[in-house]
């Protein structure tokens, strides 16, 4: 099967948002309001200072998807990548996909100088943890903590 890796287009926006809903009921149980998440991602593909998206295409089809924040390091003086909104179909999955989605982002990173590409992923969903690490990334001692406003 032929497939290809590619920066996400305004066209790309319906699938994006499918995507993104998905990754949330399967990853954390959440279900969220589509019309947001939709306005959220067009915001970003016409604002690329917001978040970036790459997308697996077969054929004509979108069949996976990630994007990309940045969080500015005065340690490192660069940004930060951090990797969200990652899916791929079902029934795409284990043909390396996000391995592919992975190497673009990190070749794009190389070319902007980003000192590390960091994710994270909810503790009980083995599967995304067996998979990014497949993919190269490893464990930290890092706890994310939050406070809701």
Known sequence: MDFSVRRAEPADLTSLTSFTVREARE??????????????IRRALEDDSI??????????????????????????????????????LPEYRGRGLMTRLVDTVLEAARQEAVPEIRLYVHSNNQRAVRAYRKSGFSDTSFRIMRMKI
Do not use: H, N, P, T
């Open 51 to 88: 978040a970036r998206y790459w997308v697996v295409v077969k054929g004509d089809s979108v069949v996976g998807s990630l994007s990309v924040v940045r969080e500015w390091s005065d340690w490192k003086a660069g940004f930060y990548w951090w990797l969200q909104s990652v899916f791929i």
């Open 27 to 40: 990853a954390e149980d959440r279900a969220l309001e589509r019309e947001r998440v939709q306005e959220g």
